[in-house]
């Protein structure tokens, strides 16, 4: 297996792993390819690949704003037929490794869709097996769909002095979106 880590926008790599980010989390929680290649473009984010035998395993888009030292996940992905193998945590501990190597970087930050279904709260129990801690209560709501996310946190450099609150994550959170919508 291989890990790759690009933040230069790569067709091939993209080609390959375009299948896994769109069945993972469906048209409306995509992001469009053009959004995305404007990302690399500006220096937002880096892409993040687990792959095997020329076949892309999993796959995470990352973010930061320039100057923050905060590391926004904003998408991870695993193929559907490796789901469940332990697979994703691997991949995501691979991502912490990069983060740690990367000297910006004191935190990573997650948002989490909270609505009270099962797969919101399998997703919430992944993200704490990996590490990660809800900050508070605080719910968001983003105008373009109804779903409620939360605010989780991986410290990767000590804890900051002040407890951090999930308002304000999830407004850097919606300043990074917003932000990677700007053409140019």
Same mark, same amino acid.
């Given at each position: ?17 375009? @299948? ?33 035998? @020329? ?80 900050? @508070? ?48």
């Amino acid at each position: 297996m291989e890990y790759i880590t690009t933040n230069q926008w790569a067709e091939d790599l993209w080609q390959k792993t375009r @299948d896994i980010y769109n069945v993972a989390f469906g048209e409306h929680a995509t992001k469009p390819e053009k959004i995305i290649r404007n990302m690399f473009a500006r220096g937002l984010c880096s892409l993040h690949v687990l792959m095997e035998n @020329d076949k892309v395993l999993c796959m995470a888009l990352t973010g930061s704003l320039t100057g923050s030292s905060v590391l926004l996940l904003d998408y991870l992905a695993v193929r559907k037929d490796s789901r469940g193998h332990g697979i994703g945590k691997d991949f995501f501990n691979y991502i912490i490794e990069w983060a740690r190597s990367q000297s910006q970087y004191k935190r990573i930050l997650v948002e989490v869709e909270c609505d009270e279904t099962p797969e919101n709260h399998a997703r919430i129990h992944f993200w704490k097996k990996c590490g990660f801690q809800l900050l @508070d209560d605080y719910k968001h709501c983003y105008k373009w769909g109804p779903q409620h996310y939360m605010a989780m946190v991986l410290h990767l450099k000590g804890k900051p002095a002040a407890p951090l609150k999930g308002e304000d994550c999830l407004k850097y959170m919606a300043s990074f979106h917003k932000e990677s919508y700007k053409l140019g």
